[in-house]
């Protein structure tokens, strides 16, 4: 080996020992109740406390030279994604190899499922006999990450399920606000967009409301469902500009044409006029607000560029954070007497 190799590996090993006593420091007594997380109401918001004092102490581990743990040695992981990602699905994979977890990857192509026709059910308790302990799942059809976990044994996270919900986007989420506001009950938050299409939204605004944030959701009126405002603690604008005064959050959602939301707008080019966030809407907003979005993002539909590679942009912390939360969420789930 080369000796500066070496060295490296000497000095990498003695911090993650260090690394080690301060994660058991910091998370004490305290565990996670729920063995899955489908819906970011399987956590309290003291859970999502500890996973944010984790996440803290794992973006140190992102930045170091060389991020390879055996903290879950032993222990493997299925990410099971029957819809695409880039963010969720590399920073889950990335995430379980740093903390040395066997992981593999499956989709509908390539599998038993796709011209064998095996169902989902069937292919899920295939994976389960092979002692997986974990299992990502993002699938097109809400709903499914909770039929699957109520049959098989391993730990269930949704990576995303249709409209519904995608959990580990609002840990991710309320942890940079956290990180940038360095609070998160308190602030004033508007989320802009397509809510009725979007999952982050579901979770985003249960997320809120547990800090006691009342999110002010802005859209044109198709794309708002009917009676949100009956289910969640939020106020409901269809005028941007009136939404967006004073925030110190702009959370911009992307417009899923993929999704349907292209019959619910006139055009792409109207919904843009209405409702991207450009610099004379930021500047509507606190100063010091920052601009958020879950990505991937529709360049001058959701977001003007100049917003987007802005000052105020936090939508590459969003990135960065959501790999330091799925590390953490992995340990505590996966990790001390889970095992
Ligand atoms: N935000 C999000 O879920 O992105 P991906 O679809 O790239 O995973």
Redesign the pocket.
């Known amino acids: 080996m080369h000796p500066n190799r070496k060295k490296l590996q000497d000095e990498m090993a003695k911090w993650q020992d260090d690394f080690e006593k301060r994660l058991t420091d910091c998370i004490g007594k305290r565990k996670l109740r729920s063995k899955n997380v489908i819906s970011i109401d399987d956590l309290s918001k003291e859970e999502m406390d500890l996973i944010f004092d984790c996440t803290k102490l794992f973006k140190e581990f992102i930045v170091k030279p060389d991020r390879k743990m055996g903290l879950l040695k032993g222990t493997s992981q299925v990410n099971f994604f029957f819809e695409?990602?880039?963010?969720?699905?590399s920073s889950f994979e990335l995430a379980g190899k740093h903390l040395g977890i066997d992981t593999i990857n499956i989709s509908k192509g390539g599998s038993s499922m796709d011209k064998k026709g095996e169902t989902l059910n069937d292919t899920a308790r295939t994976l389960d006999k092979m002692h997986a302990d974990v299992i990502i799942l993002r699938h097109s059809k809400a709903g499914t990450p909770q039929m699957i976990a109520d049959q098989i044994k391993a730990a269930v996270i949704s990576g995303?399920d249709g409209w519904h919900e995608?959990p580990t986007?609002a840990l991710l989420d309320l942890y940079t606000i956290l990180d940038k506001k360095g609070k998160i009950s308190g602030n004033k938050v508007v989320i802009v967009g397509d809510i009725k299409h979007s999952r982050?939204a579901g979770s985003l605004i249960r997320a809120l409301n547990k800090y006691d944030i009342e999110p002010r959701i802005a859209g044109p009126p198709t794309l708002i469902p009917f009676g949100l405002e009956k289910v969640f603690k939020c106020k409901v604008f269809y005028s941007l500009e009136e939404a967006i005064k004073g925030v110190d959050v702009i959370y911009a959602l992307r417009i899923q044409l993929e999704r349907a939301a292209g019959a619910e707008i006139p055009t792409v080019r109207e919904y843009s006029k209405t409702y991207c966030i450009n610099p004379a809407r930021l500047a509507m907003a606190k100063p010091d607000a920052i601009v958020m979005h879950?990505?991937?993002i529709n360049r001058e539909v959701d977001l003007r560029t100049e917003v987007m590679d802005g000052p105020q942009s936090a939508v590459e912390d969003q990135v960065e954070n959501g790999f330091a939360c799925r590390l953490a969420l992995l340990y505590l789930l996966l990790g001390g007497d889970r095992r």
């Open positions: 695409d990602s880039t963010r969720t699905r995303g995608h986007q982050v879950p990505g991937p």
